[in-house]
């Protein structure tokens, strides 16, 4: 008879590994491969073509995938038939500039070594018709932005230092002040509209955290 091994209490934390891709529509497909592959440089590498799946309404596609780098891959869905939304049909003609700070939000960043680099790809992109930003410094990147043929925000972006566990600790007291806040508003169905009342939150939130950790070696 054999024992039974007992679970142990010791089992490897779950963890993701990395991003293996990201995906958006589109529905200028040869536009989008010319500018990638051509443009970008980035090797397309596979392409699924499939017969719509689940619901009736959902069309035949192509799912293309080019190689982004350290093992991820950028992907697009081309739904053959179906009409492109009004809300993009435009959006490729606009500026490089968050106007549509909710839609712009959601962007891919590419990620190059030295500033040369970057002012490298600003002048491949310009030469090749792409409206270009300037570019533009934030805190710990500096970044330059341009919008891809189906309107999508791009960015290229070099480190200006690598972060520290000081920017680590930073995050959580900033997103715990804003958490906080956001709490009591919702109590009172009321918003939090501005990012001052957060600075101010988040220094009592250090001063609280601060006077516990006197008491606490007291």
């Known amino acids: 008879m054999h024992a039974r091994t007992a679970p142990s209490d010791a089992a490897a934390p779950l963890r993701l590994h990395g991003v293996d ?18 443009i970008l440089g980035l090797p397309l590498i596979h392409t699924i073509s499939a017969r719509g799946w689940g619901p009736s309404t959902h069309p035949d596609f ?4 080019f190689d982004s780098g350290k093992g991820s891959t950028i992907a ?6 179906s009409d492109e939304p009004e809300a993009l049909a435009s959006r490729d003609s606009r500026p490089p500039l968050p106007d549509d700070h909710v839609f712009d939000a959601t962007h891919t960043a590419w990620l190059v070594d030295t500033q040369e680099e970057l002012l490298a790809w600003k002048t491949r992109l310009e030469a ?3 409206v270009v930003s300037a570019e533009t410094a934030h805190e710990v990147i500096e ?5 891809d043929p189906n309107g999508y925000f791009i960015e ?9 566990a000081l920017d680590a600790r930073d995050a959580d007291a900033t997103l715990a002040a804003a958490i906080e806040l ?14 001052d009342d957060i600075w101010v939150r988040k220094a009592e939130l250090l ?5 516990l950790d006197q008491e606490c070696h007291a």
């Open 62 to 65: 192509l799912h293309f995938f």
């Open 156 to 164: 290229i972006t070099r480190k200006l230092r690598p972060l520290a």
């Open 182 to 195: 956001e709490d009591e508003a919702r109590a009172t169905q009321a918003r939090v509209t501005s990012i």
């Open 128 to 130: 090749r018709g792409v």
């Open 21 to 38: 891709h990201t995906a958006r529509p589109t529905w200028r497909l040869k536009e989008t491969v010319t500018f990638y592959r051509d």
């Open 143 to 147: 970044s330059i932005y341009f919008r």
């Open 76 to 81: 697009f869905f081309y739904y053959l038939g």
């Open 207 to 211: 001063g609280r955290r601060l006077n």
